[in-house]
């Protein structure tokens, strides 16, 4: 019913004990999601080696979603993951949204990756890779690094980041409210109803 509330709940929980350290933070599980690249592209080292800096920090895993994250991971960190942090869902959404449930954190630089966190209830940072997902994020107000920032500034864990990004959840609440009255709208202006689970959102 209020999604941003959640999620502002959540990441400054995790936050707390980002700050307390120790058992606190190494104990956090965090997704961490590969970038659609490829290890051609200049950009690729540097995104594995942010996740690999936070990979050593928590109890991070990495979620699979195209055929070649797998190997090209595997070359680049000279196969030192262990295979148990490593999971592919294929087609299969309801494992992996089932998954994202039992997650604190989630640094994505896909959109696919960060929505099934934040649909989940767990709260994300994107790192876009290119303007398809500099707009969806824009237009979903979502909490977002961009890769400029990454390659000059020496992040090397999630508080580095976290400590150098505002968020607003009171705002991308009110953003999701204004998006499904439009939903409704156009789906009213069809002769088609919502879905009863959304219009109690916005008569709450």
Same mark, same amino acid.
């Given at each position: 019913?209020?999604?941003g509330?959640?999620?502002e709940n959540k990441?400054?929980k995790?936050?707390?004990?980002?700050?307390?350290?120790?058992?606190?933070?190494?104990?956090?599980?965090v997704?961490?999601a590969?970038?659609?690249?490829?290890?051609?592209?200049? /950009?690729?080292g540097?995104?594995?080696? *942010?996740l =690999?800096?936070?990979?050593?920090?928590h109890?991070?895993?990495f $979620?699979?979603?195209s055929?070649y994250d797998?190997?090209?991971?595997?070359k680049?960190?000279?196969?030192?993951?262990d295979k148990s942090?490593?999971?592919v869902?294929?087609?299969?959404v309801e494992?992996?949204?089932?998954?994202?449930?039992?997650?604190?954190?989630t640094?994505?630089y896909?959109?696919?990756?960060?929505m099934?966190?934040?649909?989940?209830?767990?709260?994300?940072?994107v790192?876009p890779?290119?303007?398809?997902i500099?707009?969806?994020v /824009?237009a979903?107000?979502?909490?977002? *690094?961009s =890769?400029?920032?990454t390659k000059?500034?020496?992040?090397?864990? $999630?508080?580095?980041?976290?400590?150098?990004?505002s968020v607003n959840?009171?705002e991308?609440e009110?953003?999701?409210?204004d998006?499904l009255?439009q939903?409704?709208?156009i789906?009213g202006?069809?002769?088609?109803?919502?879905d009863?689970?959304?219009?109690?959102?916005?008569t709450?």
């Amino acid at each position: 019913m209020n999604l941003g509330g959640i999620l502002e709940n959540k990441w400054n929980k995790v936050l707390q004990k980002l700050k307390k350290g120790g058992t606190e933070s190494k104990s956090l599980k965090v997704v961490l999601a590969l970038p659609a690249l490829q290890t051609t592209n200049a /950009n690729y080292g540097p995104a594995i080696d *942010l996740l =690999m800096s936070i990979f050593t920090q928590h109890d991070c895993y990495f $979620i699979m979603q195209s055929n070649y994250d797998r190997p090209q991971l595997m070359k680049y960190t000279d196969f030192i993951i262990d295979k148990s942090k490593i999971l592919v869902f294929d087609d299969h959404v309801e494992p992996w949204f089932d998954f994202m449930k039992t997650i604190d954190f989630t640094v994505s630089y896909r959109i696919h990756g960060a929505m099934a966190a934040i649909s989940n209830e767990v709260p994300a940072v994107v790192i876009p890779t290119d303007f398809r997902i500099v707009e969806l994020v /824009n237009a979903m107000k979502l909490p977002t *690094l961009s =890769m400029d920032k990454t390659k000059t500034k020496n992040y090397t864990s $999630i508080i580095d980041i976290l400590d150098d990004i505002s968020v607003n959840f009171t705002e991308f609440e009110q953003n999701r409210r204004d998006k499904l009255k439009q939903y409704k709208r156009i789906l009213g202006d069809a002769g088609l109803d919502i879905d009863p689970a959304l219009n109690a959102i916005l008569t709450q």
